[in-house]
């Protein structure tokens, strides 16, 4: 869909996107909305309040989401996710450029953050008795002032079941395990615009965590994400919740724009794909996987093979590293929105394969870069 040039937003042929007059886009034409979008990110918070218990370990990897958790804190560019927000379309679902249209695909939601996109589908009931549920899952009934509707507190969560006692049983472990994840859901895949607070419709789906790995997450992330986007360009609207870490490794790996550089690295070490993903049917996945995710700390091929070597890492963790800004300034709304007006190349259409790049990054841990 074509648009005029940088000093009219508006579409040239206004048939298709009929939602111009409410879209974020028209207001900033207009000077009636300059604000950068700065909702509240609690992932840090939550890493900081809750250290994964090695015995828990086991029990997140088994349910799928240690990738995520190993991917942990990424500041935010809000500039950049505002502009992204200016150029998403919600009658097309796409980022329109000058360029066209690109979007975030299934594809790059398994391999940016590791999720499973095939499989089940991702879905609950809002018809659940609270008390019943958390003392059976978690073993722990949740006060009143800990719920918001049939939302719970991380806050109260971390309090709860970060400790665990030195003797602890199977059954604690795993019920510690639940409320970890759980808070992991509501701190970075699903989040409100505040953080604080993680639906319990999720909760009874980690109630086998083998079965939990075989849920669509990445296909529920993507939806989720997508809807967020759609709200955040309407109606001069000042927040967007979602996964916004997505969006902006998303726009990290395709786009030039705001794209910081690595500073010291070490080797790579290739991974298998992600569920869902396989080389010879997904168009876009090279014959050698993806590029090369960061050597797993502390664990090395010719280890003890008592010693389990830890799941592959996802794509983002990548860029848990040390990051530079010398030759892509940051955190400016106006030169984002320039660079994006001005540059008819800005979408990096290479698949994801070692070859193409041949960059190094350094085994990340938990918090910021």
Known sequence: MAFRRI?????LDPSVLLLQDRHRSHFVDTEQLQDVLRPRQQMRAFLSMWRLDPRIRPYVIRAGFYGIYRLGHIIIDWPLITCLVERWRPET???HVPLGETTITLQDVAIILGLRIDGPAVTGTYMVD???LCGDLLGVTPPADALRGLTISI???CQQLSTLAADADEVALERSARGFILA???SFLFPD?????VHLCFLPLLRDLTLTSTYSWGGAVLAHTYRELCRASLDRRCGISGCITLIQLWSWERLHVGRPDFGRSVPFA???LPHGLHDDDVDGVDEDVVDGLPVQHGVHPEADADVAPEPALPLGCRWRVPLTRVLNPSGVLLLYR??????????LHAVYSRRRSRRTVKAPSCGTH
């Open 7 to 11: 000093h009219d937003a508006d579409p």
């Open 93 to 95: 679902h796409t980022f």
């Open 130 to 132: 609270v008390a019943e």
């Open 155 to 157: 806050r109260w969560l």
């Open 184 to 186: 992991l859901i509501g």
């Open 193 to 197: 615009k505040k953080g604080v607070h």
């Open 270 to 272: 290739a991974p298998p």
């Open 338 to 347: 320039d660079q994006l007006d001005a540059h008819d190349d800005v979408v």
